[in-house]
């Protein structure tokens, strides 16, 4: 089955730098690529997606970046702000019967420093 | 509009006892899911309903059974609970692709 590896498990970056978060996936059939954003005591939200079919997507100040030969995607966050801090999720999955059965990495948390 | 409504949020068995999970969604999504998240390891799978009417188990689905009641409501229960599955659990919708989640139950098995 697929597998979702995750790094790093903790980032520091000062408040207006940039912060990377990366994953990798095994299974070459996944063609869904979420991202999500858990503060303390929520759920998980969706902050971006892409598909196999598109290799960069963005949004404001949030962009994801997706290598299909190398099997790897990327959370890239510019101009960070204290609100920016939470644990961020990687996912990637493939849809079986019009379900998306989400196989999530281990998480980061995103620390900005004022 | 509630999205994904959990309940209970906070829980407390002892081994051996049961309960009930319930979770609703509003958005008239086909598919719902079941995740348990526990510390260093994300979000794992647990069963997942594609549609009404069907059901299937995830990636850890021992000492769980689901039940999806209605296109809007689907149940996760503990028959005979034990300490390992002390964890958050959070449902999930979804209409197409993407997922959005309830706010969690956090269950504690003692």
């Known amino acids: 089955g697929e597998n979702v590896e995750q790094h790093p498990s903790t980032l520091s970056v000062q408040e207006g730098d940039s912060a990377v978060i990366k994953c990798t996936y095994s299974?070459?059939?996944?063609?869904?690529f979420p991202w999500y954003k858990q503060e303390l005591g929520k759920g998980p939200q969706l902050i971006i997606d892409?598909?196999?079919?598109?290799g960069e997507k963005k949004d404001q100040r949030i962009a994801v970046t997706l290598n299909k030969t190398a099997k790897h995607f990327s959370l890239h966050i510019t101009e960070t702000q204290p609100e920016d801090s939470a644990v961020y999720f990687c996912?990637?999955?493939?849809?079986?019967?019009?379900?998306?059965?989400?196989?999530f990495g281990q998480g980061t948390r995103l620390t900005i420093n004022p | 509009n509630a999205g994904v409504t959990q309940t209970p949020k906070f829980q407390v068995l002892k081994t051996g006892q049961s309960m009930t999970l319930q979770c609703a969604q509003d958005?008239?999504?086909?598919?719902m899911y079941w995740y348990r998240q526990d510390p260093g390891m994300g979000l794992r799978l647990i069963y997942y309903?594609?549609?009404?009417?069907?059901?299937d188990k995830g990636e850890v689905p021992n000492g769980y059974n689901v039940s999806r009641l209605n296109k809007r409501e689907f149940s996760l229960r503990l028959e005979s609970a034990a300490p390992s599955q002390t964890s958050v659990y959070f449902c999930?919708?979804?209409?197409?692709?993407?997922?959005?989640f309830g706010s969690g139950t956090q269950l504690s098995v003692l």
């Open positions: 999930a919708s979804s209409g197409a692709e993407k997922l959005f």
């Open positions: 299974d070459s059939a996944s063609n869904y």
């Open positions: 892409i598909r196999s079919n598109v």
């Open positions: 996912a990637a999955s493939m849809g079986i019967q019009g379900a998306q059965k989400l196989v």
């Open positions: 958005m008239n999504h086909n598919s």
């Open positions: 309903s594609a549609s009404e009417g069907t059901t």
